[in-house]
Structure formats: C-alpha cells, structure tokens
C-alpha cells in the first residue's frame, strides 16, 4: 500500500469556488468512477499561503497511475474545471505531489498511538 499526499495552493478569493468544485465534483468522480481512496482532507490555516491538503491511499503504484490517468482525461471533470475557469477564475494557483512510504515505526493512518 502507497499514500499519496496532495497539496493544492489556492487563491484565498477563490476558495469558496475550489471547496465547492472539489466537494460537489472532484471527490465524486474520483471515488465513483476511478476508485479513489480519500482518507482525509484539510485546509491550511495561512491566509498568506492558502493550502488544501488531503491524503489518497492506493494498492499499488499502476493503480494510483492509471486511476489518475483516467480522471485526468475525464470529460465531465474536463468541463467543471472548464465553467469555473470561466465563471471565476482559475481557483488553484499551484499543485505538489508527494509519495509517502511507511516507516516501520509508524502506526497505519487513522490508528493513534
């Protein structure tokens, strides 16, 4: 099993339209149609540096490449990200992706120690 650690920074004027998109939209046809695992979401509390931060659980590397593949290439995410742009701007000003390997002390995610 790999994490995957995603952080979005985001316009702090537009983050009201990036909630909305990722909650009403994202988040569906990721779990729905490509089999995202979501296993939690947050949001920075740096007014200067606005972060959305949530953590995707996959079974393997070609999993997590091809379920992003597909969502990618999308055309309802396609669209959605198409009418904000228009109708707002373009909320995500930047995007980081990490790749998290367990260490052999840590407890599974969500298992408090």
Do not use: C
Not at 47 to 68: G, Q, T
Not at 87 to 102: C, H, K, R, W, Y
């Amino acid at each position: 099993m790999i994490n995957q650690l995603r952080l979005y920074r985001i316009n702090p004027d537009l983050k009201d339209a990036f909630l909305a998109r990722f909650r009403d939209h994202a988040a569906r046809i990721m779990r729905e149609r490509y089999g995202f695992k979501i296993v939690a979401m947050w949001l920075s509390d740096e007014p200067d540096n606005l972060r959305f931060v949530y953590i995707l659980s996959w079974p393997d590397l070609p999993a997590k490449e091809e379920a992003w593949r597909r969502f990618m290439a999308d055309e309802e995410w396609n669209e959605i990200k198409r009418v904000t742009r228009e109708t707002s701007g373009e909320p995500v000003q930047g995007i980081e992706d990490i790749l998290l390997n367990a260490v052999g002390f840590s407890a599974p995610l969500g298992v408090q120690g």
